[in-house]
């Protein structure tokens, strides 16, 4: 994998406010800090939870770098809800306009300004398919330093944990990533009245402003609804099962 990577070439870590992509960035650094321009970015969005920025100081403190800040120009406010507002649309099968607004648009003039020779993403071990299937369908300059390591999700929490890093509290809150608080990828009942239950002025945002736009963005029994239309009873997959992760390349959510 060294072989690969040519002097001074820019190497771009595509931070998450994730423990994966956390530990991608110090193994990255550890390999490459000393031969190539290793660069951490993180795409900012205001609806994720406060104690995320937290979680990127401590990660700046142990990476010994700081951590690059890319936005889209046309939003500065980096604001989810402001994107769903101008677009008139929240979410469809191909994705949600936030996501290409805020992390893929972002990435690409972060790029486009940078020009990275190398792009470091903070797939695991045990997601070596989905990173082959992001190298055939998105791009092949992928330097998968977790994967080569053979590190798995738990191993990347263990390591933070050892350097004293608390992973960001979402997770203790039970959400199954560190996204936005409704993230309007999901469609399940059970995701939805998890944030009805701890963030119901999250829960009644997104109810307001699905209903205001026109989106459904439950589904419950094979229909789509309105969130203010979600039974409180209602549940569906377990939230750990879930994938509807907002990564920077856009892949398209599952829930």
């Known amino acids: 994998m060294f072989n690969k990577v040519s002097p001074n070439d820019v190497i771009a870590v595509w931070f998450s406010c994730g423990a994966a992509s956390a530990m991608a960035a110090k193994l990255t650094l550890s390999m490459y800090r000393n031969y190539a321009d290793v660069r951490v970015v993180y795409n900012p969005v205001i609806e994720e939870d406060e104690d995320n920025f937290r979680f990127l100081k401590d990660v700046e403190k142990w990476l010994g770098i700081d ?25 469809g099968p191909m994705g949600a306009p936030c996501t290409l607004e805020l992390k893929k648009k972002a990435r690409q003039q972060w790029e486009q300004r940078n020009n990275p020779d190398w792009n470091v993403l903070g797939f695991t071990y045990e997601e070596k398919k989905r990173h082959d299937r992001f190298v055939s369908s998105e791009r092949d300059n992928v330097l998968p330093v977790l994967i080569d390591a053979e590190y798995t999700k738990q191993q990347c929490i263990d390591a933070l944990l050892d350097a004293g890093i608390e992973p960001p509290r979402i997770y203790r809150m039970g959400y199954p990533n560190a996204n936005c ?49 979600l039974s409180p009873t209602a549940q569906g997959r377990a939230l750990k099962s879930m994938d509807f992760d907002c990564g920077i390349f856009c892949e398209e959510g599952k829930t």
Request: charged share 35%.
């Open 67 to 91: 951590i690059e800040l890319a936005k889209n120009d046309k939003y500065p406010e980096a604001s989810a809800e402001i994107v769903w507002s101008d677009r008139k649309f929240m979410s």
């Open 181 to 229: 608080i409704g993230c309007v990828k999901a469609s399940s009942p059970t995701y939805w009245n998890h944030v009805r239950k701890q963030h119901p002025e999250v829960f009644e945002k997104r109810a307001k402003q699905s209903r205001e736009i026109g989106a459904k963005l439950a589904i419950v029994k094979g229909e789509r609804i309105y969130l203010d239309e």
